[in-house]
């Protein structure tokens, strides 16, 4: 059962299994499985197209510190048995957990082994960022920033429309797995057949639990409907935080390394590195080099940059708050 903002194991066990569903490597999801004969049993495996186990995965709910760490405790367990596993050698071991617990990990100590999950109430599954040796422990979050991943603002705009056409007659919730289904059929070349997207669609407010445009996804229909120009200024409004860092960053390596705006180069990672480095510490999503891969598809698609291949951009565009990129 959740209260506020806490979650129950169940509850973490069935959005994890859901993740897991969209990792690209991950045919088959089972749940209460042993990784060697008599050894422990865990909460969820996932194994590829050749039998192999690629992720181990122990769940907790909103426990306290002694439970977390007993949590932690058969991560590493799994750890020691998958070596004994000849399927199971090459598998990751995932720790998930709800977002209201993970001050309790700044007290613990978690195997370099063990990747550390947090899930939140809506749905959205991110790992935690290790604490930088020197660095504060609480990482730093920008205002209006959240979790974004494979999003472009066509793939916006075709799921908003998709799902308005779908709601028309439909009375209560939308079947999730039916939408993703009517994705993976019409646009193969959305990731994970829209299930990050989701995640998005909550952060700004489009979608309801129900998976139903809200009066703010209605407000974003009908700029859809109005013009092209319409619906991207309302986009670069919402993924301001995320272009401005981006750029800034970009702007900051070519001038520190001697470098022309029309060949920028640079790799993800070190724009992400840039980023913490000029606020002084970790920045929540920002660290994250597939956070800013997001940001680069979303610039690119607005003509604000042009990759050039092996690296290297060009800027078309300078931004200002309020022509971006126009």
């Not at 590829?48 to 058969?74: H, P, T, W």
């Not at 930088?132 to 472009?152: K, M, S």
């Not at 319409?230 to 390596?253: D, G, H, K, T």
């Amino acid at each position: 059962m959740k209260t506020g903002s806490r979650l129950d194991e169940e509850t973490v066990k069935g959005i994890i299994e859901n993740w897991l569903v969209t990792r690209p490597n991950v045919v088959q999801i089972l749940r209460e499985q042993i990784i060697i004969s008599e050894g422990l049993t865990t909460d969820l495996m996932g194994f590829n197209s050749e039998g192999e186990i690629v992720y181990i995965v122990e769940c907790k709910g909103s426990v306290d510190i002694s439970e977390l760490a007993k949590g932690i405790g058969q991560a590493y367990q799994y750890v020691f048995q998958k070596s004994m596993n000849p399927r199971a050698v090459e598998a990751e071991v995932l720790l998930a957990v709800p977002t209201d617990i993970n001050r309790h990990f700044d007290r613990l100590r978690i195997p370099e082994e063990i990747k550390v999950f947090l899930v939140s109430e809506d749905g959205s599954v991110y790992e935690r960022v290790r604490r930088r040796i020197g660095a504060p422990a609480v990482e730093l979050q920008l205002p209006r920033t959240f979790y974004i991943r494979d999003v472009e603002l066509d793939h916006i705009r075709y799921l908003v429309l998709t799902i308005h056409d779908m709601s028309m007659g439909q009375r209560g919730r939308l079947n999730l797995t039916r939408i993703m289904e009517r994705v993976r059929n019409e646009r193969p070349e959305i990731a994970a057949s829209g299930y990050n997207h989701f995640i998005t669609l909550r952060s700004l407010g489009l979608i309801n639990a129900e998976n139903k445009l809200t009066p703010k996804g209605y407000h974003m229909l009908g700029l859809i409907e109005r013009s092209q120009e319409a619906f991207q200024r309302e986009m670069c409004e919402s993924f301001y935080c995320f272009l401005i860092n981006v750029l800034n960053a970009m702007f900051l390596m070519a001038i520190e390394k001697g470098q022309r705006l029309n060949e920028i180069e640079c790799t993800h990672q070190e724009i992400a590195d840039k980023i913490c480095a000029l606020w002084g510490q970790t920045v929540r999503f920002m660290y994250d080099p597939r956070t800013i891969s997001t940001a680069m598809r979303i610039l690119r698609e607005l003509g604000s940059v042009t990759y050039l291949g092996r690296g290297r951009y060009k800027f078309n565009k300078l931004v200002h708050r309020e022509f971006l990129p126009w």
